[in-house]
């Protein structure tokens, strides 16, 4: 029995040239030889990414990750102090030095994706967090 080929629809975007030269350019190192699937797979992660976001009750693991400046003065306590105010919800750090100005944080955490964003909100606010990234897991019921 043949399997059944979903329904696609055509849609049309605009992107800036070098947008679309750079996503060509990457696709075509990832082994993409069509445009449209690299664009569905590129969605896909998209939403995996932020879908948790929408569900305030599901509960699961993240990884947060941090760039910082570690020369601001006093961020590296900051941090920690965030880390130890969670300390129920925190599993795991790393810290990486990555040159002589920044440090890589990451911060495994169990919980709820509420919790996880009141805990991404803290970070966030802090002067000189550069970059802050998380992917997060549901637990399967």
Request: proline share 0%; hydrophobic share 25%.
């Given at each position: 029995m043949k399997e059944k080929r979903e329904e696609v629809k055509r849609i049309s975007i605009s992107l800036p040239p070098t947008l679309l030269n750079l996503f060509e350019e990457v696709s075509s190192s990832m082994g993409y030889?069509?445009?449209?699937?690299a664009i569905q797979e590129a969605m896909r992660n998209f939403i995996s990414e932020f879908q948790w976001t929408k569900e305030p009750k599901s509960s699961g693991s993240a990884v947060i990750l941090l760039i910082?400046?570690?020369?601001?003065?006093?961020?590296?306590?900051?941090i920690t102090d965030i880390q130890h105010k969670y300390?129920?919800?925190?599993?795991?750090?790393?810290?990486?030095?990555?040159?002589?100005?920044k440090c890589l944080a990451v911060i495994?955490?169990?919980?709820?994706s509420v919790e996880v964003k009141k805990i991404c909100g803290e970070f966030a606010s802090l002067r000189g967090i550069l970059q802050l990234k998380v992917d997060y897991f549901e637990h399967s019921v």
């Open positions: 030889t069509e445009r449209s699937r910082y400046n570690h020369e601001v003065g006093g961020l590296d306590e900051k300390r129920d919800l925190v599993s795991s750090t790393l810290h990486i030095h990555l040159d002589e100005t495994v955490v169990k919980c709820s």
